[in-house]
């Protein structure tokens, strides 16, 4: 019986083959402007957090000093001393915190063909990337895990220190340098950006190795400071207070001392730009649903005037003894099928046009669209529940006629 | 009168109508189509309806093919009371006991005359292989076992009624009715559709076939004559003037 349905179905849409352009045209149609438009707002709000955030995106600078409070017996003036195994812990333990690195730093010489640099180099995590907004040149990479793992020798550099050991016309990568007098091979450039505000030197001076190799290199035990990232910026103040309490259990010191353990909150700058994005995507998200009404009374005028059309098809069934069941069913089958289709068609142009985009070179305005799968099958199962409430409801009236009166049609 | 037909039904009765009325409310006029009508057709009976244009055959017609419901009155079809029935058991009468063919053709336009012809088979829910081999049949049968590809649209009008009647015969029904069969054709091809229903008629096909032609209704076994939506005469074909 099935098999009768698809068969039938196979028929009729090669029969009616403009309506099934349509109505397959009109999904595709919603399903592509909503999903790109929420694809180019994803990508959009991406950029310019890449862009505003110079110094990092929405984390807080935590240094280790003197405590000026005594704490549980134990007298002021103390030295707090931080190790990799503490991060660890709070990484572990600390609620609503996104990410969490260590960085040891320090002054070294750089050697490369006969000429001699003093840099400053940071000793970090992979988690540097992302928390402090480190984007390599093309062709180039952060420090990975992998680096951190095997204490591995290689070397992120500040795009102007590039510039000054090699020049601007040679390409750094691959290329083999002395640092502190061990040999390291440069992995990535950064790629230039706007900084505002730094702690040691801006990173366009810096160079980064991984903090495993830093501590190899100097036999550094204790971190210079650490970075961390809160889930979101209006939960920084909690999530500092967590960090500072775990540290302060750990370490014997009062967790309201500000000098213990003293943290740079770059988050507030934020805060503004969390809510305006809040308003952005809620922006987007109404023309969204906005398109998607339009997608919708689309495709349903599209089924209405199909049903018109087939009213008199679906009498001439009826008179040759087609049960309502058998009529419903097949609308119905036909809906999910050509909706299926129309999203699927839709959802590969969305994904050949977020593909293509990058090579426009536009990445520094609008950033790189990005497609939420949810979001378009979400759009794809509106516009066929729309198109299929359309189509259901006229035919369901047609098929309730007297077949006489539904062939006049 | 009307329960004395009923009750002095021959076993052979196919139809059967009592005190059929039918009116149309159009919402400012009501056009009483039918004014009671009582007729019964036996098995084997070739029936020509004739009357006046606006006189209530298509009307008749529709009715008996279970296409649409009287406004009052009794009908019965094989024994079978029409009124009280649901929507799906009266898809099925006209699926299994009725084929209808109409002066429109009312032939899908887009599929092939062997597609339109399985149709009723696939209501019928007859297998695939049996379905095949009936709809090649009954095409055969009306002279168009090499059409059985073409659209209606590539078919001139004699054929399109060709592959309406082997519609009509698919499901091998109690009675076949016609409605105008030739009003759409011209005089050679009406004759030849013609010559199909006298054909069946010989093979004692049950046949209510409503015409204007005299000739035609003349060599039926029986003519009905309708007027303002009243039989006016039901006579043996022979008696006709
Ligand atoms: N759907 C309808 N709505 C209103 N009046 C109708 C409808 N169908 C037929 N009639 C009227 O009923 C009468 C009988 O029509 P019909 O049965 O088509 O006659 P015939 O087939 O003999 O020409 C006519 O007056 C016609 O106008
Ligand atoms: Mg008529």
Redesign the pocket.
Known sequence: MLKDAIRQLARDLRSQKLRTFLTVFGIVWGTVAVTLLLAFGTGLKRQMIKTTAGLGDRICIAWPGLTSVPWQGLGKGRRIRITEEDIQVVRVRVEGLKAISSEYSDSFKLNYGTKTYPVDTAGVGPEFEQMRNLVPEAGGRFINPIDVEQQRRVLFLGNKVAETVFGKGTDPIGKSVLLAGSPFTVVGVLKKKQQDSSYNSRDADQTFIPGSTFRALTGKKYVSNFVFQPATALESKGVSARVLESLGNRLKFDPKDKEALSVWDTTEQFKFFEVFMLAFTLFLGIMGCLTLVVGGIGVSNIMNVVVEERTKEIGIKMALGARQGSILGQFLLETLILTTIGGAIGFAITFALCAVFPSFGLEEYVGNPDVSPAVASITVAVLGLIGLVAGYFPAREASRLDP??AM?M | MASLISAAAPPGTIIEMTGIR?V???GK?K????KGIDLSVSRGEFVAVV????????????LLGCLDTPTEGVYRIGGETVAGLTRDRLADVRNRRVGFVFQAFNLLPQISAFENVEMPLVFGGVPVKRRRERAAEVLERVGLGDRMDHKPTELSGGQMQRVAIARALAMDPDIVLA??PTGNLDTTSGSDIMGIFLDLAAQGRTLVV?THDLALARRAGRIVE?RD?KIVRDVPAAEAA
Not at chain 2, 31 to 34: C, F, P
Not at chain 2, 51 to 62: D, F, R, V
């Open positions: 006489v009166v006049k | 039918k149309y409310d159009t006029v056009v009483e189509a039918l009357g006046p244009s606006g006189s209530g055959k298509s009307t008749l017609m529709n409605d105008e409503i309708i939506g």
